[in-house]
């Protein structure tokens, strides 16, 4: 017996000193990497403005007579490049504006609180500061939803209509898991400071839209701000921004939501919560789309349709 004990320990000290050495393998090719990839990101595909003494990246492309302000989900790495399936549907047609808020793309780490009026607040000053004027017709990716409708209670006029893309809504949380929610951040924190992430974001999981130069810098953004300080800050700013929301009368604007499957998302009864939503709104409309969470680049082409049809600002309806 004692003989099988020692062969065991045998076997899983070799397993663990070949783990620790693929890993400091993978840690030290991702840092070769990133050293090759740092002239990738020189040039900003946005304007770089200042907000509270930090850079944050605004992008901005086509003319139309309404503008549509994209908003990034949780954690997306690189918003401008995420929401580029569709909105390159859209740009001869539409004004464009990508936010790239703190943490995200090529806008600054600041590791500073980041509650939603924080954000509302930058948002808005980014805007300004680019030469950007609204309204807007907000395009809130998952949790985006919560600022474009504390966005359009706080500054109705700047809001001429939310497009829901996957949005979350307040009651998304009432039964949230933020525990769990909390410790996978943390577990991606490390896979990203180990260099696992890089094969998160393989070429095949990269929006299809994308050229290969494209994905490359995707990539080189998602290995140096994938799931960093800012984005788990923000998730500990949700339930204050849930209360906030609740204690103001339902901004009742045009809106549009475009609904995944559900299957990828962690929330009270997804699909329901969104009609009920609507249901008491003039002028709101669920259309549930068969695809996973980033709908922007699933049925993109389904999305850009509707949305033409959907951004019809006529005398009747304003």
């Known amino acids: 017996m004692k003989k099988r004990f020692k062969i065991l320990g045998k076997v899983l000290l070799v397993l663990v000193i070949v ?21 990738l990101l020189e040039k900003p595909l946005g304007q770089m403005v200042e907000v509270d003494g930090h850079k944050m990246c605004v992008y901005e492309e086509g003319e139309g007579e309404h503008t549509l302000l994209f908003l990034s989900g949780s954690g997306t790495a690189a ?5 580029k399936s569709l909105y390159s549907l859209l740009k001869d047609e ?48 998952s949790m985006s939803g919560l600022e474009s409708i504390m966005w359009a209670q706080d500054y109705p006029d700047e809001v001429e ?15 949230f898991d933020f525990d769990s929610v909390f410790k996978f951040e943390k577990l991606a924190v ?6 696992i992430v890089r094969f998160y974001y393989a ?42 929301i609740d204690s103001k ?4 604007v045009p809106m549009i939501m475009f609904l995944s499957d559900g299957k990828e998302v ?35 082409d389904r999305i850009a349709e509707e949305i033409r049809e959907f951004v019809v600002f006529d005398e009747e309806r304003k």
Request: glycine share 6%; net charge negative; hydrophobic share 40%.
């Open 266 to 300: 962690k929330g009270t009864n997804w699909i329901e919560s969104h009609y009920d939503y609507a249901s008491d709104l003039t002028d709101a409309k669920v259309i549930e789309l068969d695809c996973g969470h980033y709908v922007h680049n699933f049925m993109q």
């Open 161 to 175: 209509a939310i497009i829901g893309l996957d949005m979350v809504l307040p009651r998304t949380y009432d039964k």
């Open 94 to 141: 539409y004004h464009i504006v990508v936010i790239e808020k703190f943490g995200y793309g090529f806008s600054d780490v600041v590791d500073d609180e980041r509650s939603f009026d924080t954000i509302l607040r930058q948002d808005r000053e980014a805007l300004e500061k680019a030469g950007i004027e609204g309204p807007f017709v907000l395009c809130p990716h």
């Open 203 to 244: 070429d095949s999981s990269l929006p299809s839209a994308l050229s290969k130069e494209e994905k490359e810098l995707y990539r080189a953004i998602a290995c140096r701000k994938a799931v960093n300080i800012d984005v788990i800050n923000e998730g500990f700013s949700i339930t204050e921004a849930v209360s906030e």
């Open 190 to 195: 490390l896979a990203r400071k180990l260099g």
């Open 19 to 39: 783990l620790l050495v693929f890993l400091f393998a993978i840690y030290v090719y991702n840092r070769i990497r990133m050293k090759q990839e740092e002239p």
């Open 249 to 252: 009368p339902k901004p009742d």
């Open 79 to 83: 918003p401008i490049l995420d929401f």
